[in-house]
Every structure is written in C-alpha cells, then in structure tokens.
C-alpha cells in the first residue's frame, strides 16, 4: 500500500537530495497567504466565481467537474510550439473552456455512456483550438482516460460521479481511495527509494473541486477536507522557488534550465512534487499559527487550507506568469499533472 501524499510529501523531503525546503521561504508565502485571507483573494468562493466553472446549481456541475479533472493534465508545449487555445485561454482554462462549449453546444461531455465510446474524432473537434495547428497534448492518452472512466461509471454507479460521492459518509479520505482505487488513470503512485509514495494530484484536485464548488456544503461537505494536500503539479513548484521556500541543487537547475524531460516516476520528478507538498503543509501550519497568535484579525484555522492555498498560488503564478519565466518548470510527459 502506498503512503497517502501527505506522508509521502514527508519522507521525500526527509530524504530529498537534489530538492531543499527553506523556512524563510516558506515564513514568506505563509505571510502572503495570511494577508489574502484578510482580503478574501484566499477564499472557498473564488472556484464557483469563475465563469468557466460550472456553478453548484447545475445538475450537472458533479460529472462536469470529473470530466474535468480526467482530462486536467499536460498542457505545457515545447520551445516555440504554438500553445493550445480555446477562446482565448491557455492551459487548464482551455480545459474548461472546451467542455463548456461542449456542454452549450449540446455535446454529452458530462454522460459517461457519450464519453466511455467517444471516438478520437469527436474528442479532437470537442477539444478543438483556436488555432488549427495547435492540438492539446497527449489526445490519445485523454482518450483512453475517458473510455476507462467512463466504462466504470457505467458499469458500476449508474452512470454518475454522484453515487460515487454518496458511497463515501462525507469524507473526503474516503472518496479520494474510491477514486485511485476505481479509476486507474488517477493511481499516481512511484517508488521513491524503496518507498511506495503517492502524490494523487487529479484524484485530490478531483475532491478539492467538488468541496469548493459546493462551498463545503451538500455534495461538498467532507468533514475531513484538511486530509487533502496541495496538488503537487509543474507550475507551483516555480512559485515555491520564487520565493525561496523550495531550492534546487546546481546539477538539478542546470537539467531543467536545459529543458530536458524528466522521466515520469524518476528522483528528481518525485523530489519536486514530493518537497512541494510538505512545503505547503508547514505554509498551512504556519498560517494556522500566525492565527492563534493574532486573534484580532477576526480569522478561523478552518479558513485555511492546502486546498485554498494552492489555488491562490496557482493564480499568483498565472498573474505573474512573466516574472516567474525565468524560473524553470519540469517537463515530464504525463496523465498525472
């Protein structure tokens, strides 16, 4: 059995030889974390006010959400390949982008029994770009995900990621093992020096999208949420570093300035991910602490989390995208992030 990302978070870094934790950093973003939840720019509610996120009245929002977070991976491209764009966006949004338009075009993209048969022709001119030329990576792959997904739900919860959520008595610990459990294109687990880590980013993303959609209420109320880390990708890993909370070791530096692929599963790959978990789980520790000891600012510790952290440093990297450029991000080919 594999550790759970938190304890797998840990030991990497307990054991890191290329990837080091600085707690200056580290006291650095939780500071800056404090001060967004004061001005709400950390807050459950900035998911469901996204435009491109289906909002928590949909009777669809569940399987849209799983949709989603099926095929949320791998969307960086090489040197001066043109990027994947849908109306305008990059990355993720062109994700949500593409399934929204989906949706409104009446195109089955939340039913499994439409995507569990889905051929690649209809998946490519769903997920079509602005510009022809650019494809999202890896189609085949998001292909194979959706037909494997699709044929479980099909099979065994009547066609709906809801039962799935029913199954679990509210606890997010649960459902994050339903999920890397039954679907196996979430199971995002390596060996790490004789150790069986996981990092489940898609599966956690998976959980931390529905509590936020839903607010921490209805279908998204886990009494355990604090259970779910940060999800360990390729753009908060350059945040930590701009900050000095996460540092790389010159032969490190040295391959991800070159551009090189790290192979999916390697030291160096799980060095990254697994360092980037623990640093957001001494950020969260250290906001918690900063509000016990100032009771003034009228904040709870449940107003914190890895959850909320992470999307705020998500979007910290998206609004200052040009300024973290020089700042490498590793490039691994993968379905997991």
Same mark, same amino acid.
């Given at each position: 059995?594999?550790?759970?990302?938190?304890?797998?978070?840990?030991?990497?870094?307990?054991?890191?030889?290329?990837?080091?934790?600085?707690?200056?950093?580290?006291?650095?973003?939780?500071?800056?974390?404090?001060?967004?939840?004061?001005?709400?720019?950390?807050?459950?509610?900035?998911?469901?006010?996204?435009?491109?996120?289906?909002?928590?009245?949909?009777?669809?929002?569940?399987?849209?959400?799983?949709?989603?977070? $099926?095929?949320?991976? *791998? #969307?960086?491209?090489?040197? &001066?390949?043109?990027?994947? /764009? =849908? %109306?305008? +966006?990059?990355?993720?949004?062109?994700?949500?982008?593409?399934?929204?338009?989906?949706?409104?075009?009446?195109?089955?993209?939340?039913?499994?029994?439409?995507?569990?048969?889905?051929?690649?022709?209809?998946?490519?001119?769903?997920?079509?770009?602005?510009?022809?030329?650019?494809?999202?990576?890896?189609?085949?792959?998001?292909?194979?995900?959706?037909?494997?997904?699709?044929?479980?739900?099909?099979?065994?919860?009547?066609?709906?990621?809801?039962?799935?959520?029913?199954?679990?008595?509210?606890?997010?610990?649960?459902?994050?093992?339903?999920?890397? $459990?039954?679907?196996? *294109? #979430?199971?995002?687990?390596? &060996?790490?020096?004789?150790? /069986? =880590? %996981?990092? +489940?980013?898609?599966?956690?993303?998976?959980?931390?999208?529905?509590?936020?959609?839903?607010?921490?209420?209805?279908?998204?109320?886990?009494?355990?949420?604090?259970?779910?880390?940060?999800?360990?990708?390729?753009?908060?890993?350059?945040?930590?570093?701009?900050?000095?909370?996460?540092?790389?070791?010159?032969?490190?530096?040295?391959?991800?300035?070159?551009?090189?692929?790290?192979?999916?599963?390697?030291?160096?790959?799980?060095?990254?991910?697994?360092?980037?978990?623990?640093?957001?789980?001494?950020?969260?520790?250290?906001?918690?602490?900063?509000?016990?000891?100032?009771?003034?600012?009228?904040?709870?510790?449940?107003?914190?989390?890895?959850?909320?952290?992470?999307?705020?440093?998500?979007?910290?990297?998206?609004?200052?995208?040009?300024?973290?450029?020089?700042?490498?991000?590793?490039?691994?080919?993968?379905?997991?992030?």
């Amino acid at each position: 059995m594999a550790l759970m990302p938190r304890e797998s978070g840990k030991l990497i870094a307990s054991l890191s030889k290329d990837v080091f934790i600085e707690e200056e950093g580290v006291k650095k973003i939780a500071y800056l974390v404090l001060e967004g939840l004061k001005t709400r720019a950390v807050h459950i509610d900035n998911f469901s006010q996204h435009e491109l996120h289906p909002n928590e009245h949909d009777p669809r929002a569940i399987d849209w959400i799983f949709v989603l977070d $099926t095929l949320n991976f *791998c #969307f960086w491209t090489d040197g &001066d390949d043109t990027k994947w /764009k =849908v %109306s305008g +966006y990059t990355g993720y949004f062109a994700l949500c982008a593409a399934i929204k338009r989906a949706v409104h075009e009446s195109r089955l993209m939340t039913d499994p029994k439409f995507y569990s048969t889905i051929t690649i022709e209809e998946l490519s001119y769903i997920l079509r770009g602005d510009d022809e030329s650019a494809k999202i990576p890896l189609l085949a792959e998001r292909l194979q995900c959706l037909h494997e997904v699709g044929k479980v739900l099909v099979e065994e919860y009547e066609g709906t990621f809801v039962n799935c959520i029913k199954a679990c008595d509210n606890s997010a610990e649960k459902l994050l093992k339903l999920v890397v $459990t039954k679907f196996e *294109c #979430f199971r995002d687990v390596a &060996d790490y020096r004789g150790h /069986k =880590v %996981s990092i +489940y980013k898609r599966a956690q993303i998976l959980v931390g999208d529905i509590w936020a959609c839903y607010r921490g209420n209805g279908l998204g109320l886990f009494h355990d949420i604090e259970i779910i880390t940060m999800f360990a990708d390729y753009r908060i890993p350059q945040v930590l570093v701009h900050f000095g909370a996460m540092r790389y070791s010159n032969p490190l530096l040295d391959t991800l300035q070159s551009g090189t692929h790290l192979t999916p599963g390697s030291l160096a790959e799980l060095e990254i991910r697994g360092c980037s978990i623990e640093v957001i789980e001494r950020v969260r520790d250290e906001v918690k602490s900063l509000i016990r000891q100032y009771p003034n600012l009228a904040l709870r510790e449940s107003d914190c989390n890895a959850i909320l952290i992470d999307h705020y440093l998500w979007d910290y990297r998206r609004r200052h995208a040009g300024e973290l450029e020089s700042i490498p991000f590793h490039k691994v080919k993968s379905i997991y992030y």
